[in-house]
């Protein structure tokens, strides 16, 4: 079965700091995407980056980045200069050709003034 | 303009009750979903339609149905709620599914509340 793991279930780091979100997933396909979701307060799931598997090289959305290790089956987010607004809640997800996202139990992330 | 439009956003109710959810998408999407957030904040899938067809059905209780009058509506039926089905149901929207790696566009939630 495929699955997704967030080991950190809650993180808090200062703003302007660098922090990362670790992720694993479990998977015997060779072909899939991930993502990272973002979960603001207002409940609203807003996407912040993707990654599709057979890309080796790792996807960047501004203060956002991604170091995906295919073999090891690790896609961790990085986020530089943190910024209040990026208090949320993150999801890790990750779906293949079984139309199926799966997400990760998320990390909550508190970025403190 | 909203993109992927969930009504209510709040609902509280009786157990016992028959409610529904409606989804509605202005983004030409050809799949729609509904997730389920329960209280830990874990997001699963629940349904997927593609052009007015199931695809996805993710061993949900027969009191769900969904139902996809066009492809740019999937609203959700929920008959004799029960204390468990409280959570924040969420819509989202995406083009040709997920398998091509796609971004799935969510609704603001639905946070249902079972008395």
């Known amino acids: 079965a495929q699955t997704v793991t967030q080991s950190q279930p809650e993180m808090s780091v200062q703003e302007a700091e660098t922090v990362t979100l670790s992720c694993t997933y479990d998977t015997s396909e060779n072909n899939y995407y991930l993502f990272w979701y973002k979960q603001p307060p207002s409940r609203q799931m807003i996407l912040v980056i993707r990654q599709e598997a057979y890309k080796q090289q790792n996807a960047t959305e501004n203060r956002f980045s991604v170091n995906f290790q295919k073999a090891a089956k690790s896609f961790s987010l990085k986020i530089s200069d943190s910024q209040l607004g990026d208090t949320a809640m993150y999801f890790c997800a990750f779906t293949n050709r079984d139309d199926k996202i799966i997400f990760g139990k998320g990390t909550r992330l508190h970025i403190l003034p | 303009d909203t993109a992927v439009s969930q009504t209510p956003k709040y609902l509280v109710t009786q157990m016992g009750n028959d409610k529904s959810i409606k989804c509605e998408q202005n983004l030409g999407h050809d799949t729609m979903y509904w997730y389920k957030q329960d209280s830990k904040k874990f997001l699963k899938i629940m349904f997927s339609?593609?052009?007015?067809?199931?695809?996805i059905n993710e061993t949900v209780p027969n009191r769900f149905s969904p139902k996809s009058p066009d492809k740019a509506h999937l609203n959700l039926h929920i008959n004799s709620l029960e204390l468990g089905d409280s959570a924040v149901y969420f819509c989202a929207s995406s083009l040709a599914g997920a398998p091509k790696g796609n971004e799935q566009f969510f609704g603001p939630g639905t946070r249902l509340t079972v008395l």
């Open positions: 339609y593609n052009n007015k067809e199931l695809i």
